[in-house]
């Protein structure tokens, strides 16, 4: 029911900036948690960040602490994730997602994720 649309995504030096946004369809978009996942080549989808229904909760994973923000507009049914300091290792296909609920405690965790995107490239060069 809820579909997600990347974009932002593109090439970019070591220790450049890019926004990524996620547009979501429908007129529920306040009543989901929205997280932002990457796949690398030859590795397992990771986490990144999450954001609460409201906004006012936020957890990112320990590799993307103090480099990247994630945000939401939900006039606009928008997600965005603010890269800072980009580094080559951030190079992956970015996803966005969606989920009902918000567990403190399992917020990493991809299978409790709803809806997916199809992803957006972002590459860092050294």
């Known amino acids: 029911q809820v579909q997600l649309v990347e974009s932002g995504g593109g090439l970019v030096q070591a220790g450049g900036s890019l926004r990524l946004s996620c547009a979501a369809s429908?007129?529920?978009?306040?009543?989901?948690?929205m997280g932002w996942f990457r796949q690398a080549p030859g590795k397992e989808r990771e986490f990144v960040a999450v954001?609460?229904?409201?906004?006012?909760?936020?957890y990112y994973a320990d590799s993307v602490k103090g480099r990247f923000t994630i945000s939401r507009d939900n006039a606009k049914n928008t997600v965005y994730l603010q890269m800072n300091s980009l580094k080559p290792d951030d190079t992956a296909v970015y996803y966005c997602?969606?989920?009902?609920?918000?567990?403190?405690?399992?917020?990493?965790?991809?299978?409790?994720?709803?809806?997916w995107g199809q992803g957006t490239q972002v590459t860092v060069s050294s």
């Open positions: 954001i609460s229904r409201s906004g006012g909760s936020t």
């Open positions: 997602a969606a989920r009902r609920v918000l567990y403190t405690d399992s917020y990493y965790s991809a299978p409790l994720y709803d809806y």
């Open positions: 429908g007129r529920t978009f306040s009543t989901y948690a």
